[in-house]
């Protein structure tokens, strides 16, 4: 029985006005920005022009039960809510994803079929996820900074203020159990102001229920980061507890946690000009960094990250397509590659349309007049020292990540990599676990044609800058072939990288199939891939973990024998001691030149908003329901509805084909207490701030009620993590009566409605 009641909660004024961040503006331009809990009584005026009914205290309080103690940092990454007295816990389909893949089977596809738990024992655990309570934050930064002083060596700086947090870490943390209590001490403003969380982490969170992914990742690839969406993204889990409600490790004996806090849930549903908040764990933003960090990125990096990422789904999507096995296998693989791989599109197009690389270079240029004609010697030059530092920047940073996105990017040598370093750190036994999920989501067809690509492409998109490539790995490697393999191998005296610079044109057609030059590697990669993948004792799980039943030395010398590792190995020496310590270098000199930066702009752009970058911490995003315009003539609305999803499904499809149960509860108008003016509403946007780890984050009204989970940004505004562009910048969010629809009609699961609370305001 679905159970509706009149919400009457009465709210309590703030007891003290809240310290203000180091600047408050004084004008507001928009209604972006991802404000500190503990601080969001600065914003709380605007947020009651908007609307909003609740105080600071109700958002954020150590004092009593308040908004925030109904939140998760789910798994790390995304973001999750509790919704009723008895721990269940709502967060994206796409966020638990994994865990659904990982209890999927081509007997139990779960990821197809959908699945719900009927009872608490049919609940699933989930090994190595946590969920993370914020229990509460403090400003410390006066402690932080104890002992600092101007003009220090920062390298002194640094040694204090990590003495200090560890300080504070113990302090706080003294009488705690460290496996179920954490504390960050993060640094917002480049390090000019420190706050410290203190967490709450429970481990034993089990699964109850998801939809199909055709209805949880309805519209796939094609629809990602694009509005209209029409997708289902939710599932359901559940926190457990011991029986004094403390966090503990999972037993069978641990009973559902009683929360502080849990969100009602609204069934009014939304239009537009209606306040909406987002609470949650927006991961990384850069909004104050220079013109030279955002023309690399947009013009450079991304581009180049595009490509070799389109090459890896073109494999994987042909094969999957073939198999149901291998579907299931490289079902969360896929999505962690192309999530990416589509919002930098989108990213970079963004950045591009707003015309943000010419209005930093012009904010630049006016700080700069502004700083010599002001007298303010010390900034004067700031930007082009830091300029100087990106251009050397730039070429390390851009191998790095080739190093990441081709090299790393293939299976078999980031396994022989990880399994060394397991071995070596916690010998061959505690490997064994890592060897075991190698190889149940091994595909090899898949990572031998990608690592054939991927080579080869490295190689071309280092070719201007022959001192960032290992200096001897592959012609080691090469040595071992038999000259009946057909290598073109050429003179062993010389560099690599000469080798490269007179390469014959042999190669396999997959390495042209697209190239920023005109060299290609000197040797025939085709015969490469054939020998490593034959040859290698890591692509065989039963040779693999007799190789982990020997002792600790034994096991880590037949690992560094193996033909995987010894291809491995000189790339990752070359990243890690001498590429990264470069760009650690720079960065470091970087950040130093970052604070001073935010003091700077602080003084000079006093009519700015200046919040801080998202880090991983809580924060609270609000803004309003609002359609947008993308381009000339084309106006999208707010909402999405039921009628969307039918005029998108395709059975021919795979993205696109719906359950027929669906279909059958469309064509009957089955829609239950979840219809509105004849239809059910499937997602909405909003102009609330928001940025990956957000995902699963609830989205609130005016009264705190849920209206819905964010999931996702709209294409033409991804570029919000730069710049927040009002006209364009929209989260996307499955709307709660979609979630509710779903949980009553497809998963038959109305049982767990007896634990909601759900209001029609």
């Known amino acids: 029985m679905i159970r509706f009641y009149k919400y009457t909660k009465r709210y309590t004024v703030p007891a003290i006005l809240l310290a203000l961040l180091l600047f408050q503006p004084t004008a507001i331009q928009a209604d972006e920005g991802m404000w500190l809990p503990m601080l969001i009584g600065q914003k709380i005026e605007r947020m009651h022009e908007l609307g909003f009914q609740l105080t600071a205290e109700d958002i954020y309080s150590v004092n009593k ?123 917002t403003y480049y390090g000019n102001q420190y706050f410290l969380y203190f967490n709450e982490i429970y481990r034993d969170v089990r699964l109850v229920g998801a939809p199909p992914s055709s209805i949880g990742k309805f519209g796939g690839d094609l629809d990602n980061w694009i509005w209209p ?29 009683t929360p502080k806090y849990h969100f009602t849930i609204s069934n009014k549903g939304v239009q537009e000009g209606d306040f909406t908040m987002v609470y949650g764990y927006p991961g990384r933003t850069q909004q104050y960094v220079l013109s030279p ?52 599109q989108g990213e970079s197009r963004g950045i591009i349309n707003a015309g943000t690389i010419a209005k930093k270079k012009d904010f630049e240029e006016r700080f700069i007049q502004w700083a010599q004609t002001s007298g303010k010697q010390k900034y004067t030059n700031l930007v082009p020292r830091m300029k100087d530092l990106y251009e050397r920047l730039e070429p390390l940073l851009f191998a790095s990540e080739m190093y990441t996105e081709a090299i790393m990017a293939v299976e078999l040598l980031q396994f022989a990599d990880n399994l060394a370093t397991q071995v070596a750190r916690r010998g ?62 050429l003179p062993m005296h010389r560099p690599q990288a000469e080798y490269f610079r007179e390469a014959p044109a ?24 054939e020998h490593l993948y034959t040859a290698s004792a890591l692509i065989d799980k039963e040779k693999t973990m007799e190789i982990l039943s020997k002792d600790k030395d034994q096991a880590l010398e037949l690992i560094k024998q193996d033909i995987a590792y010894q291809l491995i190995e000189p790339f990752v020496q070359k990243n890690r001691t001498e590429i990264q310590p470069q760009i650690k270098e720079i960065n470091d000199q970087l950040n130093l030149l970052y604070r001073t930066w935010m003091q700077a702009i602080m003084e000079f752009d006093k009519d700015r908003v200046f919040y801080p970058d998202a880090n ?16 000339d003539a084309i106006v999208y609305k707010p909402v999405s509805t039921i009628e969307g999803i039918m005029e998108k499904d395709d059975p021919e499809v795979f993205d696109y084909n719906i359950p027929q149960e669906l279909r059958d509860i469309y064509a009957n108008r089955d829609f239950g207490p979840w219809e509105k003016d ?59 009566r979609y979630v509710l629809f779903l949980i009553d009609k497809i998963g038959k699961a109305d049982y767990l409605f007896k634990e909601l609370d759900i209001s029609q305001e």
């Not at 002083?149 to 040694?159: F, H, L, S, T, V």
């Not at 997959?510 to 891939?529: C, D, E, K, R």
């Open 65 to 187: 039960a308040s908004l925030k103690d109904a939140i998760v940092h789910f798994g790390g990454g995304c973001t999750g809510e509790v919704i009723s007295p008895e721990g269940l816990l709502l967060t994206n389909h796409h966020c638990g994803y994994g865990q659904i893949q990982a209890h999927s089977s081509v007997e139990n596809d779960y990821l197809k079929d959908g699945f719900w738990a009927r009872t608490r024992a049919e609940e699933l655990p989930n090994k190595g996820l946590t969920v993370t309570f914020m229990r509460r934050m403090e400003d410390v930064t006066k402690q932080v900074l104890k002992g600092v002083k101007d003009n220090m060596d920062e390298a002194k700086r640094q040694e204090i203020i990590a003495k200090n947090i560890k300080k504070l870490t113990d302090k706080a943390l003294k009488g705690f159990d460290r496996n179920f209590y954490s504390v960050r001490i993060n640094p």
């Open 229 to 257: 969406r029409h997708t289902g993204d939710f599932a359901l889990f559940r926190i457990y507890a011991d029986k004094d409600n403390k966090p503990a490790e999972y037993c069978p004996d641990n009973v559902p946690y």
């Open 293 to 344: 960090a955002v023309e690399y990125l947009a013009l450079r990096s991304n581009p180049q990250k595009i490509h070799l990422r389109t090459l890896r789904l073109e494999v994987m999507n042909r094969e999957q397509a073939k198999d149901q096995s291998v579907r299931i296998r490289y079902a969360n693989k896929n999505a962690r590659v192309s999530n990416a791989w589509k919002k930098w």
């Open 428 to 489: 061959p036994e505690a490997a064994t676990s890592l060897a075991e999920n190698f190889f149940k989501d091994y595909y090899l067809p898949i990572d031998k044609e990608i690592f054939e690509i991927l080579f080869a492409e490295f190689y071309k998109a280092l070719h201007h800058t022959p001192e960032l490539l290992p200096g001897e790995p592959l012609p080691t490697v090469l040595s071992q072939v038999s000259s009946g393999k057909g290598l073109p191998l």
């Open 506 to 529: 042999e190669t396999s057609a997959h390495s042209v199939a697209h190239s920023h030059g005109h060299h290609t590697p000197p040797f025939n990669m085709t015969a490469l891939a």
């Open 616 to 631: 991983s911490t809580l924060r609270v995003a609000f803004g309003t329901v609002s359609g947008y315009s993308p381009k």
């Open 678 to 736: 004849g239809t059910v509403a499937a997602c909405f946007i909003a102009t609330n701030h928001t940025s990956g780890g957000n995902s699963g984050s609830p989205v609130l009204n005016a009264k705190g009620h849920l209206l819905g989970l964010n999931f996702d940004r709209v294409w033409e505004g991804t570029m919000s993590d730069i710049e927040f562009d009002p006209s364009v910048c929209r989260n996307i969010s499955v709307d709660i």
